[in-house]
Structures are given as C-alpha cells and as structure tokens.
C-alpha cells in the first residue's frame, strides 16, 4: 500500500502533448505515448482526452479486454482527486456485464422517488385545503 505515485487531475493536465500523454481511466492515470500511434480507433480521439479524464470516451466504445490489458502495461499511478474535483464518473466498472444498457437506471431510480415524494406532498396539500375549506363552511 502507498507504493504507487498519486496524480492530481491538475498533475495529470500537465501531460498533454503527443510525445507525454497522460489519460485518467476509472481513477487510474496511464501513460499513453508510447500506444498513441498504435490505437486502432486513431490517435485524434485519445489526443481529445489528452491529460484529462478519459473514462466515459474509453468505455463508450466497449473495449475488449485486450484493450484493458494494455491498459495495464500503461499505468503510472493512482489519481487523487481533491475537494473540489469533478466526481469519478459513473460508468459501467470494468468487471461489468459487456452490455453497456444498464447504465441510465440509477438516474431512472432516483427520478421514480423523487416522482413518488411530490406526489405525497400534493396529496397532503389537497388533503389539508379540504379540511380547511370545509371548516370554514360550518
Ligand atoms: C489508452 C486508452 C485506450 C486503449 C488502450 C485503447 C485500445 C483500443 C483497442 C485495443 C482497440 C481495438 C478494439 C478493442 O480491442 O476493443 C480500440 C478500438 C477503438 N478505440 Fe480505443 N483505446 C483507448 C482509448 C480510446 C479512447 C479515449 C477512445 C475515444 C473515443 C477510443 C476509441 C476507440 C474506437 C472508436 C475504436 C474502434 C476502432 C475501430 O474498430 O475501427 N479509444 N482501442
């Protein structure tokens, strides 16, 4: 524990050139110079990800697991994130099923509640201004 280095997302914003690339992926940062010119979906679209997070691009596409093996090969530490950065995002983790459908349904959850609670509240509301108003007509 505590043996790999540690980048911030500032740390890894530094390597952004062809010849030092670095790319986050699910918190891990890797060193892609040296795979740029050998990436089978072209050197534009990991340039685009260049010293920044790379994660939601790279599991867009589904890798193979190949693909994450060279990942391996690549890597140079762990990211720190600090108060203050953007959240890991939520994508499916690596060890996931290959279908990548899944991965709305926690918005989809969080939306049905939120439906549910306003509809509680409208309720409640309604209930009171009945009794209100027939109070007042006694
Ligand atoms: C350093 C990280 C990356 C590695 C190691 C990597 C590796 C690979 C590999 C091995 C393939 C061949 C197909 C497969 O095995 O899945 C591939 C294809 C592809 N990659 Fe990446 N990739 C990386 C990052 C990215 C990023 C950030 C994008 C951005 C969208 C991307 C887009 C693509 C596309 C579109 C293909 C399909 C190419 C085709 O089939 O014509 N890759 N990648």
Redesign the pocket.
């Known amino acids: 524990m505590g043996e790999s280095k540690e980048f911030t997302l500032q740390e890894v914003a530094e390597h952004n050139t062809k010849k030092d690339l670095y790319?986050v992926?699910h918190d891990k940062v890797?060193n892609?110079s040296s795979?740029l010119s050998e990436?089978?979906?072209?050197e534009e679209?990991?340039l685009?990800?260049a010293g920044q997070d790379?994660t939601e691009?790279?599991e867009?596409?589904?890798?193979?697991d190949?693909?994450r093996e060279?990942?391996d090969g690549?890597l140079v530490g762990d990211l720190k994130r600090l108060p203050g950065d953007p959240a890991a995002p939520r994508t499916a983790a690596p060890t996931a099923s290959s279908s990548s459908s899944g991965s709305s349904s926690s918005f989809g959850v969080g939306l049905y509640a939120f439906i549910l609670l306003g509809g509680a509240v409208a309720y409640g509301a309604y209930q009171y201004l009945q009794t209100s108003n027939a109070a007042q007509q006694q």
């Open positions: 790319m992926i890797y892609v795979f990436h089978p979906g072209g679209v990991i685009d990800v790379g691009a790279f867009d596409v589904g890798h193979s190949e693909a060279i990942l690549m």
